[in-house]
């Protein structure tokens, strides 16, 4: 069965394309993407506003189904499945981390993480929990509220939770978006560690050259197509090549 021949791709979108509305009215904010991403690389996604960017993370994550083409988290077809469905895969093979961290304001440190393995029914892996508020920094506030830490603080915390599961992609929207210069670098040092240590594979959009340089590559995206892919990229290499998007 072909599902053997997947290979290493954490995630593989094939002629991706997504639709808004139809008729005179209708948007395509994705053409024809394909992109595969290797585990435990990790991959920012930059684009102007409006091209295409956070539907291409909805449509990743099975947040979102493509009009046409074929997305793969691991050897999962997630195109036709039902939503039902979808909800299980985001649940066991998809971390999600947020601008707004989202933590649950009533629940501990350590029960923010835990909550996850429990929504999908799996017993929890208390050392595994342990090791990963460890790896966070959190460990000895595990006990705290989210309103009793910093935001930097509260971001570490949904990583780890993104992490808990164990899922084949972390995807990331704008992590570092609400945090200043100094704590955000933390959070991409975080993210870079949890890819080599860990073999974790992340999905990062941004908007900020920097944040993007820590990834392993930059995609661009452009009018809802891929205009552009840089490896290892700098900061400067990065910022060139938006200037140069934005004129197109
Ligand atoms: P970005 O995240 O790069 O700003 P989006 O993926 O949000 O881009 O949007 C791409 C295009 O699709 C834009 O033209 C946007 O207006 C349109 N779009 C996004 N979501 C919807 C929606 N739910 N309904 C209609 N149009 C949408």
Redesign the pocket.
């Known amino acids: 069965m072909t599902r053997a021949l997947v290979g290493t791709a954490a995630l593989r979108l094939e002629s991706v394309t997504k639709t808004?509305?139809s008729g005179e009215s209708a948007?395509t904010?994705l053409r024809e993407v394909s992109i595969g991403l290797d585990r435990g690389t990790f991959t920012a996604v930059m684009?102007?506003?409006?091209?295409?960017?956070?539907?291409?993370l909805h449509c990743a994550a099975g947040l979102d189904q493509p009009t046409s083409g074929s997305v793969r988290l691991g050897d999962v077809e997630l195109s036709g499945m039902k939503e039902a469905a979808l909800t299980a895969v985001r649940r066991e093979r998809v971390g999600f981390v947020f601008q707004a961290y989202n933590l649950m304001s009533a629940l501990t440190v350590e029960e923010n993480v835990a909550l996850v393995p429990r929504l999908s029914g799996r017993d929890l892996d208390r050392a595994w929990l342990r090791e990963l508020l460890d790896r966070v920094g959190m460990l000895d506030r595990a006990d705290r509220r989210p309103s009793q830490l910093s935001g930097g603080q509260q971001q570490r915390v949904a990583i780890a939770r993104a992490l808990v599961n164990r899922p084949e992609v972390v995807m990331a929207d704008e992590p570092t978006g609400a945090l200043d210069t100094r704590t955000g670098r933390q959070v991409l040092d975080l993210f870079r560690r949890l890819v080599v240590d860990l073999g974790q594979t992340v999905l990062m959009?941004t908007h900020d050259p920097v944040a993007a340089s820590y990834a392993d590559s930059v995609v661009f995206?452009a009018d809802?197509r891929i205009a552009g892919q840089l490896h290892h990229p700098t900061a400067a290499q990065v910022s060139d090549r938006m200037t140069h998007l934005g004129e197109a």
């Open positions: 808004y509305g948007v904010a684009g102007p506003s409006g091209s295409g960017k956070s539907t291409f959009v995206l809802g």
